[in-house]
């Protein structure tokens, strides 16, 4: 056997980032890990480099890789400051389970301990929002940190890891072999638990199947729809995971959580059986904790995960089964009802329920944001990717979109704003041939919307809708609620967003009727199919329109007449 020659530091990293299938990284450049960048360079032809403006969005967008891909998202920034920004991306990964991996420029291990120049203890910083945080302080254990890393951002729930690197640690060179990445497993139910859970169906009268979760496959997909298929089962998809389940099948039920029509809520409540698949019963999934009480549900509770320490931590379950979802849907691959179910129907009537709420209700102004979606759904091809920032104008695209499947959606379940632009990028690099739009509210976009040079520079054809309400939705709905006509702090001054994206050499419009919109859309699309330039369109809507089914008026109406000063 050859011995290994002596390579830099940056070098033996980016060697293992192409090992582990890596093809794109995103990245804030800095002089911390200037070896890296130059290795980068060396195999630019094998790994893209995707330069953003701000570390926040970059890791938004190596999160937003993670979850539309199934891959470790790879993020680099630099010390201090780089590493203070990209924190939002790593509370993300960590609260949505997505893969990531978070490289951090550091300090020379020779200064520690100094308070110098830019130096923080990351292990203390990021130890809440992430799987595993730690240095890499020789050379020489590049190959073992990083094949770890990948393990580790993988396995059982999967999430973000954050690896720092010292100066001298990438200068530094080392002869030291390769590391290849390990098979990864996939735990399953045992045969006495795949047993019982035939037995818990049989006994059922009123079940119901949540999914949701990271680490779906195709395969792992239409094993559970069949799954779905033989036992008649309703199937929901928990709080912004609507690319779990094909929402044009027939047993679809429904989103799981915040703004979920009221007979679906009351079809989870009456359930005797709740089947979760490797989804957390969150608090937006369960409204907070009201349709699924904790810790001892009025449900019968099967809860399936591949983390066991998510098992009976804030549920007691009838029967916890470590498993994730590949090794789930190839265990009930040989699981069948003995008999017709009891509950035979129960699944195409939830599915009737949920179709009737795709029909858009009134709402205030000439700008209707439920028809603008429904229009949306009509015109979208199957496999486009929406990507989603955080806001009331999200419960929109939420309700009245469907997603087919994996790569569709993606979108911040722990609710962080400015999210929808860079996730866009990142879906239109991973899926050059589809077509992709991000949902953005006017205060959402305005945290990342420096992207749309990032988008330019690239020449990514992404269409951008920005919802233009000249204020903290949100936010209002929740000061009107509980501090009725009491409004302080939440009006935005906004600019011309259309103007914005025309100056970045992008397509915009600007459109305040729902009759304006498709026409709009189609211009945008076609622009930026044909440009390979982003496109914008800002979207200007009554602020009184707050929600899919109510409005501030009514909010604050209630709350009045709640006080008796009505």
Known sequence: MTAPLARRGGEILVRHLMLNGVSRVFMVAGESFLPCIDALYGHRDAIATVSFRQEGAAAYAAEAHGKLTGEPGVCFVTRGPGATNAAIGLHTAYQDGTPMILFVGQIGSDTTERDCFQEIDYRRMFAPVAKWVASIDRTDRIPEFVARAFRVARSGRPGPVVLALPEDTLWGEAAVADVPPAPRPHPHPAPAELARLGEILEGAGRPFMIVGGAGWTEEALAGLRAFAERYDLPVGVAWRRLECFDNRHPNFAGHVGYGMDGRLARRIEEADLLLAVCTRLDEPTTEGYVHVRSPVPRQRLVHVHPDPDELGRVYRADLPIVADPVGFAAAVAGLAPRAAPRWAGAARAANAEYLATLEPGPMPGAMN????????????????????????????????????????????????????????IAAKLAFPGRMVVAYAGDGCFQMTMQELGTAAQNRLGIVVLVFNNGMWGTIRQHQEREFPGRVFGLSLTNPDFAALVRAYGGHGETVARTEDFLPAFERAAAFAEAERMPALIEVRYDPDGITPDTTLDAVRRAALARAGTA
């Open 369 to 424: 944001l439920s028809a603008l979606s429904a229009c949306l759904r009509e015109r979208l091809p199957k496999d486009a990717c929406v990507t989603v920032g955080a806001g009331n104008f999200a419960l929109f695209p939420h309700r009245f979109l469907q997603f087919s499947g994996l790569g569709t959606q993606a979108s911040p379940i722990c609710g962080a704003m400015g999210y929808g632009l860079p996730a866009a």
